[in-house]
């Protein structure tokens, strides 16, 4: 991780925003050829993966598909009677046997006596704003250094600065495209933070799936009764949770979305566990914290009322993949709820069921971290949320799964691990060496060194393994004395996520598109 360190920001037309954020920058690009087009879409997979599951190393993943897209073309072209496809399962195998238990045999668990090492993932994941870092672990302060532990970021204009409060909140590890699906585009109200978002909501609670949204036409009237009759605001935005929802409930809500004179209703999946009955627990979680009511077989949704669907709820912010309820929850029900799951956790019959048990308890009890982010223009405000949010999932993955010395320093070392482990004309090793070795090569060519420079860097580092290099300041040491260390998920899954997108676009045989229609493309983003 790290090749975007010393990158220039980006100024991003559509949502009008500043930012160093790979995954962001490539979530806005496109081409006006439909073949380029439909091979970038492709290539932003590996990018949206890593993001998804370690919040780091998007621009690594990026970095790494394309040199092992064209180390595979090259080595194929070179080798003609060797298949593309033996020449991927060749790549995949060793990075399977050979580089992932590598990285992780290298990590550095996070404990009580190495914690400064989080404070230099989140450095480096905010693109060395030592300020940043300080933020975000006065925020895992706040909450617990656990992988349990969350933290939301909000915006606010006034003098630059971060604000951290911790907050009662509930976060959900579940988010729109799996609630959604093809529809999720519909429902993102806030375009520049991607996301949902709505003010004191309600909560529907249903255990089982809703396949008819007129089980709900009585309650649904009620309330936009007291909306439009009564005046009374609150009863605007409404989320129903349950385990699934059929194709035409998605389709009415999409729908009625649209519609400024309707309710705000918005669909919401339970998340699963390897537990059974997971998702009814969640529920009654949820209902703990919201106020609300669960209804199933024993409650028939069709008696619902106002009054079932909770209260004290600030807001709620549904990302892609996660979602954060934020409000002032009944602390007789979290405590007794609590108590119910502390008895349940002392008779877990297994280390994963207690473990499952306490992430539960934390997510009810020890509430949320609040970072305010404060500037003086939304440009600002973004640039600095993208930097912000990158170091905070870079800490939780470091805590979950340790941390590696950084500035390419891990990818160099996988490089020479395949040059001694495998013989001379294996795809893996004429691919992924050269692909591995092409991270630090643009992390020098971002920061403006000439080749035979960047060659001299990554030579000293190939000489000493224990050495690493600091870009800003120009100096070789141990990554302890420099503060240069990656999130072990972000390397990982940033490895990962490119060999598997490249695999694909590296064996294709030929691409079937349509001509783009760039009158109707721009009237479907609103820009006309």
């Known amino acids: 991780t790290g090749v975007q360190t010393c990158a220039l920001p980006i100024l991003i037309g559509v949502s009008n925003s500043i930012t160093k954020d790979g995954v962001s920058i490539f979530r806005s690009l496109g081409a006006h050829n439909p073949y380029e087009h439909a091979v970038m879409e492709a290539a932003r997979d590996s990018a949206e993966k890593t993001s998804t599951e370690a919040g780091d190393g998007t621009t690594t993943a990026t970095v790494l598909a394309y040199g092992i897209v064209n180390g595979l073309y090259t080595f194929c072209d070179a080798n003609p009677k060797f298949s593309p496809q033996k020449a991927v399962r060749e790549i995949a195998k060793a990075t399977r046997e050979l580089l992932i238990p590598y990285i992780r045999s290298r990590a550095i668990p996070i404990n009580e006596e190495n914690k400064p090492l989080l404070h230099m993932v989140a ?225 877990a019959e297994s280390i994963a069921e207690k473990t499952w048990l306490q992430e539960r308890i934390g997510k009810i009890s020890n509430g949320i971290a609040r970072l305010t982010i404060f500037g003086g223009s939304s440009g600002e405000l973004k640039e600095k949320h993208d930097r912000v949010e990158d170091a905070v999932l870079s800490c939780r993955s470091a805590l979950a799964h340790g941390a590696l010395p950084g500035g390419c320093r891990i990818s160099i070392d996988m490089a020479l691990l395949l040059c001694e482990k495998l013989e001379d004309g294996n795809p893996a090793r004429e691919v992924l060496v050269k692909a591995l070795l092409s991270l630090p090569h643009k992390l020098l060519d971002n920061a403006g060194y000439l ?23 120009q100096v070789f040491g141990k990554a302890e004395e420099l503060g240069l260390f990656d999130s072990t998920k972000a390397v990982e899954e940033s490895l990962v ?3 598997s997108i490249a695999s694909v676009l590296g064996t294709m045989g030929g691409i079937v598109v349509h001509p783009r229609d760039a009158v109707f493309e721009r009237e479907e983003v609103g820009l006309d």
């Open 123 to 347: 450095k480096v994941s905010a693109n060395g704003d030592n300020d940043i870092a300080d933020a975000v672990i006065e925020a895992f302060d706040a909450v617990g250094f656990g992988e349990s532990s969350h933290v939301t970021i909000r915006q606010q204009t006034g003098d630059p600065r971060y604000d951290v409060q911790r907050i009662d909140g509930f976060p959900i590890p579940i988010g729109y495209e799996e609630s959604l699906m093809k529809l999720h585009s519909i429902f993102i109200n806030d375009q520049a933070q991607q996301r949902i978002h709505l003010n004191k909501p309600l909560f529907v609670l249903f255990d089982g799936q809703l396949n008819d949204l007129g089980v709900l036409y009585h309650l649904f009237d009620e309330l936009n009764h007291k909306v439009t009759k009564e005046n009374k605001t609150e009863y605007k935005n409404v989320v129903i949770v349950a385990h699934a929802f059929s194709e035409s409930v998605l389709s009415q809500l999409a729908f009625n979305w649209s519609a400024a004179e309707t309710l705000n209703v918005v669909p919401l999946r339970t998340p699963m566990a390897q537990f059974l009955n997971s998702q009814t627990s969640f529920l009654h979680d949820l209902a703990a914290f919201t106020g609300a009511k669960v209804f199933g077989l024993k409650d028939p949704i069709q008696k619902s009322t106002a009054d079932d669907l909770g209260s004290g709820m600030e807001d709620i912010e549904i990302y892609r993949f996660r979602t954060n309820i934020v409000g002032d929850p009944d602390a007789t029900n979290v405590e007794v709820r609590v108590e119910d799951l502390t008895v349940q956790m002392n008779s």
């Open 451 to 473: 080749e035979e420079e960047a060659d001299k860097v990554i030579n000293t580092l190939i000489d000493d393994e224990n050495l690493v290099y600091d870009i800003e300041n």
């Open 497 to 499: 996520n490119a060999v």
